[in-house]
């Protein structure tokens, strides 16, 4: 599938770190064939200052301050080993100014994992919306703390972004305070037909035709909603369901039980095949444990689907334990396509990579034409992985194997 290759000249898609390949593919899959960095100049002062410039005509002394006239601008932004994660939200903040204050109509940010997340709420009772009544215990956790996702959401509005689109944010509290911000121009992207079409079609997981012998599993009650959407997605009929709780002792010691809201209980499971399903994964106890506790089921194979990994060491240390057989994730951290920073977990690891499926989702909000393609990510699996056969990237080229 090619999107189409008579894009509209009214879209310009740039990143805020120069170089950056998962932008580069955005911009390729919707049709944007010049180079980011003959769009913009990453330019930098000598005292270090970032003032990055929209490339114009040097001889054009009539359009002056009205290069990006009547032009969408998107800003994808990434983490990277090069520059943190506060340089780069101010980079999306000047070159978003920039944008505008150069004629730009609309301004999208694009930022797969969105930056400041953590601090979803502050140390008052209504500095953030949750799920659940705020007790002096959680309210304790941020004393003395900014609430940063707010600070975020309103200095990106104020810089001139009009539209965020994000992928799997798990927090309520930072979903509304954006969706407040942008007056609803906010997209909270969930890849339910991705790990679906992934585990539908490859032999990561063994069950029957209907599911029998297969296990979903939400960690605890905050993804039991996206677990359930994947249930109904994969239409596996006699597949179950499950969910754990967690008790969090300390910032990194949880204990682990089946919910007493679980849909199914453990009876019958024994030797199934479970996938174990999480928004986003740092320090890799909470998995590690669930994945523990979940071996009295002795199952024939246990899969960890993550969104967002952050291959910290202490993570990539935990993962490697062998009561998880298998990771699949998403490039939303593209840093993990590095094979040195898989480290050990190479041999585990499946990366989908969704740099087509968010240019699709961006030409559907932007009513950009465009020629659909129904499986839009590409594979990543080392050859160290038991299960490589071949060398795999396209999607529809599973059902070869």
């Known amino acids: 599938m090619t999107f189409p290759t008579d894009r509209s000249n009214n879209v310009v898609v740039v990143s805020n770190l120069a170089d950056n390949p998962f932008a580069i593919d955005v911009a390729y899959a919707m049709g944007q064939h010049e180079d980011i960095a003959d769009l913009i100049s990453m330019k930098q002062f000598m005292n270090s200052e970032f003032c990055p410039r929209f490339i114009s005509d040097e001889l054009d002394f009539d359009t002056i301050g009205q290069s990006l006239e009547g032009k969408t601008v998107v800003i994808v932004s990434t983490s990277s080993h090069v520059k943190t994660r506060q340089e780069l939200a101010m980079h999306n903040l000047i070159i978003a100014r920039g944008a505008k204050e150069n004629g730009a109509t609309r301004v999208v940010l694009v930022e797969p994992d969105l930056f400041f997340s953590a601090q979803d709420r502050g140390a008052r009772k209504e500095l953030g919306e949750t799920l659940f009544e705020r007790d002096q215990h959680d309210i304790k956790k941020f004393d003395g703390q900014a609430f940063t996702s707010k600070l975020y959401a309103q200095l990106l509005k104020l810089s001139g972004v009009d539209t965020v689109l994000t992928i799997h944010n798990h927090s309520h509290s930072v979903q509304k305070v954006f969706s407040d911000v942008f007056e609803g121009d906010f997209h909270n992207l969930i890849p339910y037909e991705i790990y679906s079409h992934y585990l539908l079609n490859s032999n ?15 960690p605890d009650k905050g993804a039991r909603d996206f677990v359930k959407v994947m249930f109904e997605t994969l239409g596996l009929a006699k597949a179950k369901f499950i ?22 209980t453990f009876e019958g499971l ?19 444990q669930s994945c523990q506790f979940l071996k009295q089921l002795n199952p024939q194979r246990m899969v960890f689907a993550v969104s967002h990994f952050y291959a910290s ?3 990539r240390e ?16 593209p840093t993990i396509l590095n094979r040195d920073e898989q480290g050990r977990l190479r041999k585990k690891l499946v990366v989908l990579k969704v740099e087509k499926w968010i240019a699709q989702e961006l030409c559907a909000i932007l009513d950009i034409p465009q020629a659909i393609e129904n499986n839009p990510y590409k594979i990543d699996m080392s050859s160290k992985n038991p299960r490589f056969k071949r060398k795999i990237w396209f999607s529809d080229e599973l059902g070869d194997l």
């Open 204 to 218: 990561i997981l063994h069950y029957g035709p209907e599911g029998e012998g297969l296990v979903l599993c939400a």
């Open 243 to 264: 969910m754990l709780d967690k008790i969090r002792n300390s910032e990194r010691k949880v204990e682990i039980s089946l919910h007493k809201e679980s849909e199914h």
């Open 270 to 288: 024994d030797g199934c095949s479970i996938v174990l399903f999480d928004d986003m994964v740092r320090t890799g106890s909470t998995v590690v």
């Open 313 to 315: 060491d202490e993570g």
């Open 318 to 333: 935990r993962m490697a334990h062998k009561a998880i057989g298998e990771i699949l994730t998403l490039n939303t951290l």
